[in-house]
């Protein structure tokens, strides 16, 4: 009852804490107050299960629910079964922190799986490294996520690559040599990806022409998209998420702006569609596969996922679904190799991770422990209904 009292104390005062003092705390508290998980293996999981990205914690949380079914109907994990306890961060860094403390202080998990969006993943990652738990983000490609520490990893590609790719794409696939910005200053992923597309379209010999800001929940672009209309761009990157990229794309027309917009894994979203419509046919984005790839293990996915989730548009798994998925199995695959569920373990193990072949391709961690897998360039169909899908293009290797 008395180390209960003390580790009740500490989450009251957490948010009064500096990191280092905070993680002194929980390090003190390590190995104390351990719940018995008996026969299952607490897995903690954050994500955006409402707000403005919720499809990117909704889809995420899907494609782990079916890893983590497949893992256990198949016996599971050094004899025992996974449960995932899951959180909604809402969207918000803040509430990312939060919840993390929640599920590694109370909970008591071993590892944790999340978030995507980059800035959420920045607000949690200190956390887990101060408290020596395994974190595995599927799709956080803002570089800085892997640099909070050791026990931070990713399965996805980051943007200083999925910069290039869009800047290779647009100056020798569109042949288009004058492009404006509109980046989410807000975001760290969207700031991020602005500042790798440009450097590397320059370097290629591209100019641009206009780079506009705006914030995340901002519905009025029409300032900014007058002002890139006035420079005349052939097509203009907008590395944000789906929710503003989809009002852009149809004030962008509106203004008077005929080239195409181009961006990063945010924009993956049925509801990309749903509020942009028509206004997107034609542009394109960058991601972390496609449904179109005839690879038998992603097809095998895709046909699960809508047998499970049903058979409209919203059934057609994301990226988002699919890193959820592998990220699970990749943490899953680690436990296994350590023989362990010590924390510590599973994290030396992670780091080992090499070839290990998922929904996304091919996953091996460098020495900063991001995944090196290729990318894809989609295009996005709007039917007069409404109606979207994704087209793909190219495919481009690290």
């Given at each position: 009852?008395?180390l209960?009292?003390?580790?009740?104390?500490?989450?009251?005062?957490?948010?009064l804490?500096?990191?280092?003092?905070l993680?002194?705390?929980?390090?003190?508290?390590?190995?104390?107050?351990?719940?018995?998980?008996?026969?299952e293996?607490?897995?903690?999981?954050?994500?955006?299960?409402?707000?403005?990205t919720?499809?990117?914690?909704?889809?995420?949380?899907?494609?782990?629910?079916?890893?983590?079914?497949?893992?256990?109907?198949?016996?599971?994990?050094?004899?025992?079964?996974?449960?995932?306890?899951?959180?909604?961060?809402?969207?918000?860094?803040?509430?990312?922190?939060?919840?993390?403390?929640?599920?590694?202080?109370?909970?008591?998990?071993?590892?944790?799986?999340?978030?995507?969006?980059?800035?959420n993943?920045?607000?949690a990652?200190?956390v887990?490294?101060?408290?020596?738990?395994?974190?595995?983000?599927?799709?956080?490609?803002?570089?800085?996520?892997?640099?909070?520490?050791?026990y931070?990893?990713?399965?996805?590609?980051?943007?200083?690559?999925?910069?290039?790719?869009?800047a290779?794409?647009?100056?020798?696939?569109?042949?288009?040599?004058?492009?404006?910005?509109?980046?989410?200053?807000?975001s760290?992923?969207?700031?991020?990806?602005?500042?790798?597309?440009?450097?590397?379209?320059?370097?290629?010999?591209?100019?641009?022409?206009?780079?506009?800001?705006?914030s995340?929940?901002?519905?009025?672009?029409?300032?900014?998209?007058?002002?890139?209309?006035?420079k005349?761009?052939?097509?203009?990157?907008?590395?944000?998420?789906?929710t503003?990229?989809?009002l852009?794309?149809r004030?962008?027309?509106?203004?008077g702006?005929k080239?195409?917009?181009?961006?990063?894994?945010?924009?993956?979203s049925s509801?990309?569609?749903?509020?942009?419509?028509?206004?997107?046919?034609?542009?394109?984005?960058?991601?972390?596969?496609?449904?179109?790839?005839?690879?038998?293990?992603?097809?095998?996915?895709v046909?699960?996922?809508?047998?499970?989730?049903?058979?409209?548009?919203?059934?057609?798994?994301?990226?988002?679904?699919?890193?959820?998925y592998d990220?699970?199995l990749?943490?899953?695959d680690?436990?296994?190799?350590?023989?362990?569920?010590?924390?510590?373990?599973?994290?030396?193990?992670?780091?080992?991770?090499?070839?290990?072949?998922g929904?996304?391709?091919?996953?091996?961690?460098d020495?900063?422990?991001?995944?090196?897998?290729p990318?894809?360039?989609?295009?996005?169909?709007?039917?007069?209904?409404?109606?979207?899908?994704?087209?793909?293009?190219?495919?481009?290797?690290?």
């Open positions: 009852m008395k209960k009292s003390r580790a009740s104390l500490l989450l009251d005062k957490l948010h804490l500096a990191l280092p003092a993680a002194a705390a929980m390090l003190a508290l390590a190995g104390c107050d351990k719940k018995d998980a008996g026969n293996i607490l897995i903690g999981e954050y994500g955006s299960l409402t707000g403005a919720a499809t990117f914690g909704q889809s995420s949380k899907k494609g782990i629910e079916m890893a983590v079914d497949a893992i256990n109907q198949s016996g599971g994990v050094l004899g025992k079964k996974l449960k995932v306890l899951v959180e909604d961060d809402q969207g918000k860094p803040e509430e990312a922190q939060t919840v993390v403390t929640k599920l590694i202080n109370k909970d008591r998990v071993v590892a944790l799986l999340g978030e995507i969006a980059s800035s993943s920045l607000a990652a200190p887990a490294q101060a408290s020596r738990i395994p974190m595995v983000s599927p799709g956080s490609t803002n570089p800085k996520v892997t640099q909070v520490g050791d931070i990893f990713r399965v996805c590609f980051i943007d200083p690559f999925q910069g290039l790719v869009m290779k794409f647009a100056m020798n696939t569109l042949k288009v040599h004058k492009v404006a910005v509109l980046r989410d200053i807000k760290d992923y969207s700031v991020g990806l602005a500042n790798f597309f440009v450097e590397n379209f320059k370097k290629l010999g591209g100019v641009i022409v206009a780079d506009e800001s705006y995340q929940g901002d519905k009025d672009f029409n300032a900014q998209l007058t002002s890139i209309k006035g005349d761009p052939e097509a203009v990157f907008v590395p944000g998420y789906y503003e990229v989809g852009i794309a004030q962008a027309r509106k203004a702006i080239g195409p917009l181009l961006g990063g894994d945010g924009w993956d509801k990309l569609w749903e509020i942009g419509g028509d206004a997107l046919n034609g542009c394109y984005y960058s991601n972390h596969y496609s449904v179109d790839d005839p690879s038998p293990i992603l097809q095998k996915f046909k699960d996922y809508k047998a499970r989730y049903g058979t409209t548009s919203d059934s057609i798994p994301d990226a988002m679904a699919a890193l959820g990220a699970a990749v943490l899953a680690a436990m296994k190799r350590a023989n362990s569920t010590q924390p510590d373990s599973i994290k030396m193990a992670l780091a080992q991770t090499k070839a290990f072949m929904v996304t391709g091919n996953t091996t961690l020495e900063n422990r991001n995944a090196v897998k990318a894809v360039v989609l295009e996005v169909i709007v039917d007069e209904k409404g109606n979207g899908r994704n087209k793909f293009k190219e495919s481009v290797s690290p």
